[in-house]
Structure formats: structure tokens, C-alpha cells
């Protein structure tokens, strides 16, 4: 069974500081792995999507990176702002798709 | 361009009721799916559907149904509400051909059963 983990749960940081957002899998065959921005009482939005052929994808000041031999991939935001504050999922594709339980960031000013 | 579209966003049920929730898209998408999102347990998949006419279980499909009979919907019953159910229900659709690629989601559905 594929599983995703993401640790920690929730996480703060200052304003200005890098965010480091962790995603682990325990299956390598994976097809592609999406990371998501959730904000309180709202949907998903889709950030960035990285093809199993993909070592990483950047769009702005996101940056996702993905190592399937380790079964990891991590979501780097930098310069981070109180903006970004929200919950942060990651979800795997084997065909079938498996979600993180998400890490719920606050960025304090 | 509306998406992917839940009905209703709030909904409060006693045990026993029965209810649909809504969902449509107008991207012309193939694959839909409902999943419901509780605390510590990110999203699980309650069913899906790879086209009109087929539906499949996810992996928590009982006490729920659902059925396709077009592209654009894709509504889930709820049979006989249980407190088990107060969850936020979560639609998404990913474009025609596979299930692997970007998903676009709904804006949740959050259901307590009293």
C-alpha cells in the first residue's frame, strides 16, 4: 500500500525566512507527485506538479524537488511571507492518488 | 470558467437523513472524484468515476454512492447519515485521457450529522 507522510504538522516561521516543506512515500514507482496550497475553509489550489521524470519544478518563488530512490520530495518556499500561511499537502500518483495529511504553516510578521 | 463547482458549502443533517451532494464541471473533464478530508488524515478517496457510465470505490466507499450520467456531474449520496460522516467533502476533476495528471478541486462541502 502506498503511503504519504508529511512531517511536521505544523510549523511557524518569521517573515523573510525559507520554508521547507517535507513529503515522503513509501512506494518509488511513482508517476508524479502534486503539492497543494489549502487555506482554512477552502479548496485545493494546485502549486506545482512534478512527472516522475522530473527531478524539479520552480514557479516563482517555489521550488518543488523530487528524489524517488529516497521516496522524499520537498517544497521549498523562499523569502516566505504571511501570505503564505496556509496548509500545505502533497499527494503521490500510482495511478491511484494518496494524500499527505498536510503541514498547516503560519508565517508570523 | 467556474471549474469545478460543490453544492451545498454547509450542510447539517440529523442521523438517518438522506442527502446529495453536488458537484459539476465545465472543463470537459473525464476522471472525477469525492473524497472527504477529516483532521490528521489528509484526503481519502470515496469513489471515482473515468467517465460517464463508470463509477469505481475508493477507499472509504460505504455508507455512500454515486453514479455518472454525464461528464459535467458527478453528485454523491449520502444513503442514512451517520456522526461518522462530519467531514469536509472535497470534488476534483483532472482533464481527459488519465487520472495521473494536475487535479482541480471544488471549494469543499462541510457536512455535520447531529
Known amino acids: 500500500k502506498q503511503e504519504v507522510t508529511q512531517i511536521p504538522a505544523a510549523l511557524s516561521v518569521p517573515e523573510g525566512e525559507n520554508l521547507v516543506l517535507n513529503c515522503s512515500f513509501t512506494?518509488?514507482?511513482?508517476?508524479?507527485l502534486q503539492w497543494f496550497r489549502q487555506d482554512p475553509g477552502k479548496g485545493l489550489t494546485s502549486l506545482l506538479l512534478?512527472?516522475?521524470?522530473?527531478r524539479e519544478q520552480t514557479s516563482g518563488r517555489l521550488n518543488a524537488s523530487l528524489d524517488k530512490s529516497s521516496g522524499r520530495s520537498t517544497l521549498y518556499i523562499a523569502a516566505s511571507q504571511p501570505g503564505d500561511s496556509a496548509t500545505y499537502l502533497c499527494?503521490?500518483?500510482?495511478?491511484?492518488?494518496?494524500f499527505g495529511a498536510g503541514t498547516q504553516v503560519v508565517v508570523t510578521p | 470558467n467556474a471549474g469545478v463547482t460543490q453544492t451545498p458549502k454547509f450542510q447539517v443533517l440529523k442521523t438517518g437523513q438522506s442527502m446529495t451532494l453536488q458537484c459539476a464541471q465545465d472543463m470537459n473533464h473525464e476522471y472525477m472524484s469525492w473524497y472527504r478530508q477529516d483532521p490528521g488524515m489528509g484526503l481519502r478517496l470515496i469513489h471515482y468515476?473515468?467517465?460517464?457510465?463508470?463509477?469505481d470505490q475508493g477507499e472509504v466507499p460505504n455508507g455512500y454512492n454515486v453514479s455518472r450520467s454525464t461528464t459535467e456531474d458527478f453528485p454523491l449520496r449520502l444513503l442514512s447519515a451517520a456522526p461518522s460522516q462530519t467531514s469536509v467533502y472535497f470534488c476534483?476533476?483532472?482533464?481527459?485521457?488519465?487520472?495521473?495528471?494536475?487535479?482541480?478541486f471544488g471549494q469543499g462541502t462541510r457536512l455535520t450529522v447531529v
Open positions: 476534483a476533476s483532472s482533464p481527459p485521457g488519465t487520472a495521473i495528471t494536475e487535479a482541480f
Open positions: 512534478i512527472q516522475s521524470s522530473q
Open positions: 512506494d518509488s514507482a511513482i508517476y508524479n
Open positions: 468515476s473515468v467517465g460517464a457510465g463508470i463509477t
Open positions: 499527494r503521490g500518483s500510482w495511478g491511484k492518488l494518496q
